[in-house]
């Protein structure tokens, strides 16, 4: 079965300063990866995917992530964090083909950027 | 354009109480999804519809729970006789397409049960 796991509750990270969110996955075929983020009192905003080629993929608001096929991670990164980057951020993968595509979600990561 | 909307925001009802949820999805998308957030478990998913197929009801807690999606839009997600431990976010997504695409979430509805 498809499963997620981000290792940490919460990571904290001066302003300016680069961050990493830990992400590995357990899959039975492909991987199909998301980083999701949700705002206080918001829904999950789509940040970014890897489905196939290049490792590093390019996301919103100057988030990437690295798919590591022999590591099964996908860690989020991002070069210079910014205040505003405070959230929840969730790592899912997507089901199985007969599953429907549904996602399922690791636990969860609350960012802490500080001035 | 519009996204992914969900009413109520909020929604308070006495155990026992039915209630119900409703989705409107992206306009276009054939794929339109329920998830529960709660404390305890986390994000989880409860059911999803494709087109005109049978909806995967795998994750739906219980029977007291079902959901319907009227022609191919609009979807309501109903608790029978509601539980203390029903209370959570009630979370709606869309998409465009069957495969591996990205799900857009609406911004929920948060369900307290007293």
């Known amino acids: 079965a498809q499963s997620v796991a981000q290792p940490e509750d919460q990571v904290n990270v001066a302003e300016g300063n680069p961050l990493t969110v830990k992400c590995t996955y357990s899959v039975s075929g492909n991987p199909y990866l998301f980083w999701y983020v949700q705002y206080p009192n918001r829904g999950l905003q789509f940040l970014l995917k890897?489905?196939?080629?290049?490792?590093l993929v390019k996301g919103s608001y100057g988030f990437e992530a690295e798919f590591n096929k022999s590591q099964t991670s996908f860690h989020l990164k991002k070069p210079s964090a910014l205040v505003s980057d405070s959230a929840l951020y969730f790592c899912?993968?997507?089901?199985?083909?007969?599953?429907?595509?549904?996602?399922?979600f690791g636990q969860g990561t609350e960012l802490s950027v500080k001035p | 354009g519009a996204g992914v909307s969900q009413s109520p925001s909020n929604k308070v009802t006495e155990k026992g109480k039915d209630v119900e949820l409703r989705c409107d999805p992206i306009s276009g998308h054939t794929a339109l999804y329920w998830y529960r957030q709660s404390l305890g478990q986390g994000l989880e998913f409860l059911i999803y519809f494709q087109g005109n197929s049978a909806p995967d009801k795998s994750g739906l807690p219980s029977d007291r729970f079902s959901a319907e999606r009227t022609g191919g839009s609009v979807s309501t997600l109903t608790i029978q006789r509601t539980q203390q431990e029903d209370s959570a976010v009630y979370l709606c997504?869309?998409?465009?397409?069957?495969?591996?695409?990205?799900?857009?979430f609406g911004p929920g509805t948060r369900l307290t049960v007293t």
């Open positions: 899912a993968v997507r089901g199985d083909y007969n599953q429907g595509g549904k996602l399922i």
């Open positions: 890897y489905i196939t080629g290049d490792n």
């Open positions: 997504a869309s998409s465009g397409r069957q495969g591996p695409y990205e799900q857009y």
